[in-house]
């Protein structure tokens, strides 16, 4: 669905915990037409009001449940400290809202949606997050329940890469969205929110890129293989060329995302440095004494220079196309394995505030126990920088303390500086 960029203020003013969320990034409209507007409208900072407002009229019944609706649209917050991609004051995303009957297939539904955004992460952008709970603090301005993916960027600082918000009856209440279930009882609906954005696009350029550009996952890449033909005399030209297209058509009837860069403009050299900076995987070199020998060299993006070279690769297709198509499996394992340990090399355990501002100072997360209160999370804040990133799924058993007041913690939270 689309749903439409302008919001009516008093939609916003609805849901008190919403209003007061995000009240500091909101983008206000109030002249249109050269008239002053009767009433205030808000460039989208995110749709659940706008949303509800229509949900109400559409849901009547236990029957018209579950609703689920997404939309790719683009969003306005207020931003005074840009960064491209990380923070800006407009961005793109897709927004999933769903109503439903009960409240435990709401929390299915927002779970269900992190493990979505979890193994996207994983699988497709070579992105080892960390998914988990937010904090009371952090959590979503209206919401029951914030759930989370957190990534580690290439300077060690988190990235909240996508949520998920069980919204449990906030918005239903305030919008008096309701139903009539088996029983003819009139009931609020249970809701959930969730978005990823091109936020995430920053966070695979800065987890996989190095100082000579872009490094992308295969499964992402639009090219995933570049040819670059290399001749010097005019002669050789043509059969270079000839070789490069027939390996071009090889490769793509394979279903590889291929280009060859035949432009005679630049000198291999410079393409050679432009297909890094654009971060292609595997590029294919082929020149007169490659064509004779009917085989090629082959060079991966993510192990810079020799080491990363093979040469005689031969052209026949029942030999290259397979090996091709191994590299790009071996460069996307890699991407992630070498993300993962990264990340864990950089995560520090700790069971007291002094090693956790010791581990945020060397720029780490530091991962402890936790039962805090609000204010103790606050202080952490404001004396370190750093906050609570999420409390993971994954939790380590047996007894411990919290690192801030000693008493018994079930759980341990992630602390870290973040963009």
Not at 213 to 235: D, E, F, H, T, Y
Not at 301 to 330: A, H, N, Q, T, W
Not at 345 to 374: C, F, H, M
Request: glycine letters at 6%; a negative charge; charged letters at 25%.
């Amino acid at each position: 669905m689309y749903f439409p960029q302008f919001i009516p203020y008093s939609f916003i003013e609805k849901e008190a915990s919403h209003v007061e969320g995000f009240s500091p990034e909101l983008a206000l409209v109030t002249v249109g037409g050269g008239k002053e507007l009767e009433e205030k409208l808000v460039v989208r900072p995110t749709s659940e009001t706008i949303v509800n407002h229509m949900f109400t009229q559409w849901i009547h019944s236990h029957r018209d449940l579950p609703l689920m609706i997404n939309q790719w649209a683009n969003v306005t917050r207020w931003e005074m400290r840009t960064k491209p991609f990380i923070r800006t004051l407009e961005f793109l995303w897709q927004e999933g809202h769903t109503a439903h009957a009960t409240p435990e297939e709401a929390e299915k539904e927002a779970m269900q949606m992190i493990d979505v955004y979890t193994k996207f992460a994983y699988e497709e952008a070579a992105i080892p997050v960390i998914p988990g709970r937010k904090s009371r603090v952090e959590t979503f301005a209206g919401a029951n329940r914030t759930y989370t993916i957190e990534a580690m960027m290439g300077d060690r600082k988190a990235l909240q890469a996508g949520t998920s918000h069980n919204l449990g009856q906030n918005f239903s209440r305030a919008f008096s969205t309701q139903f009539t279930d088996e029983n003819g009882q009139r009931q609020h609906v249970w809701q959930t929110s969730w978005a990823i954005s091109t936020r995430f696009v920053g966070g695979i350029i800065m987890t996989h890129g190095d100082d000579a550009g872009l490094m992308l996952p295969p499964r992402l890449a639009s090219v995933q293989v570049v040819i670059v033909p290399i001749w010097k005399k005019a002669n050789e030209k043509n059969e270079v060329l000839d070789a490069a297209l027939s390996i071009k058509d090889i490769l793509h009837s394979a279903g590889i995302k291929v280009k060859l860069d035949d432009s005679d403009q630049r000198t291999p050299g410079w393409k050679f440095n432009f297909w890094e900076m654009k971060g292609v995987p595997l590029r294919i070199e082929i020149g007169p004494r490659d064509v004779s020998s009917r085989s090629v060299v082959v060079s991966r993006r993510d192990i810079p220079g020799k080491p990363g070279k093979v040469f005689g690769i031969s052209m026949e297709p029942s030999v290259l196309v397979p090996y091709v198509k191994e590299k790009l499996d071996e460069i996307q394992l890699s991407l992630l394995n070498k993300a993962i340990s990264f990340r864990d090399s950089n995560i520090v355990d700790v069971t007291s505030y002094d090693e956790l501002k010791e581990a945020i100072s060397q720029g780490k997360w530091a991962r402890g126990p936790w039962v805090g209160s609000d204010e103790d999370e606050l202080k952490i804040k404001e004396e370190t920088g750093a906050t609570i990133r999420c409390f993971p799924f994954e939790q380590p058993q047996g007894p411990k303390m919290c690192l801030m007041t000693g008493s018994p913690a079930e759980e341990v939270a992630i602390f870290a500086k973040s963009y």
